[in-house]
């Protein structure tokens, strides 16, 4: 509609049973709509409902090995777990606790992590590597590639399909 006074839109917007409502007011002109205000609340809503329920919260979840000697198919049950976690986008740790004289045998463990660190390496990257703190080992991955979440990035200005458009000059 191109430049109108205050006046003339708030009339026009009347005539159509719509709201004049301003889009950008540090704009000069300010910048408005004719539209339903009640209707794009409502779609505003639900469309940050449904981006809400696509977003997932990354965690930490944690996996613990009990020994070094962990038995091939217990470790391939772990992995497995570490595995869904990563692909669902949450990062793991592993811990392996060392009891009695596996003290002695720290490359054991480092083995073990080896192991893991090779199997998951399609889907994962080492984010800290297997570092010994007292009687533990631990090791954290983080998935390879993140999906792009579905609500960011959405803008605030009101687009509703099939209104009318117009700005109003500030009086």
């Known amino acids: 509609m191109g430049i109108v006074e205050t006046k003339d839109g708030l009339a026009r917007a009347r005539a159509a049973g719509?709201?004049?409502?301003?889009?950008?007011?540090?704009?000069?002109?300010?910048?408005?709509?004719?539209?339903?205000?009640?209707?794009?609340?409502?779609?505003?809503?639900?469309?940050?409902?449904?981006?809400?329920?696509?977003?997932?919260e990354t965690e930490l979840k944690q996996i613990r090995i009990r020994t070094p000697k962990i038995g091939e198919?217990?470790?391939?049950?772990?992995?497995?777990?570490a595995r869904g976690f990563l692909e669902r986008g949450d990062r793991v740790q592993f811990s392996l606790r060392f009891r009695g004289r596996e003290l002695a045998h720290i490359d054991e463990g480092q083995r073990v992590f080896e192991r893991i660190r090779e199997t998951l390496s399609d889907i994962a990257k080492v984010e800290v590597n297997y570092r010994?703190?007292?009687?533990?080992?631990?090791?954290?991955?983080?998935?390879?590639?993140?999906?792009?979440?579905g609500g960011k990035g959405a803008g605030d200005s009101p687009k509703p399909k099939g209104e009318k458009q117009g700005s109003a000059a500030a009086s």
């Open 18 to 56: 719509l709201d004049l409502v301003e889009v950008s007011p540090n704009s000069r002109p300010p910048v408005c709509r004719i539209l339903d205000f009640g209707k794009w609340k409502y779609a505003q809503r639900k469309k940050e409902q449904k981006s809400k329920a696509k977003r997932h």
């Open 73 to 81: 198919h217990d470790l391939s049950i772990k992995v497995n777990r």
């Open 132 to 149: 010994r703190e007292g009687r533990r080992i631990t090791m954290t991955l983080a998935p390879l590639g993140r999906k792009p979440d």
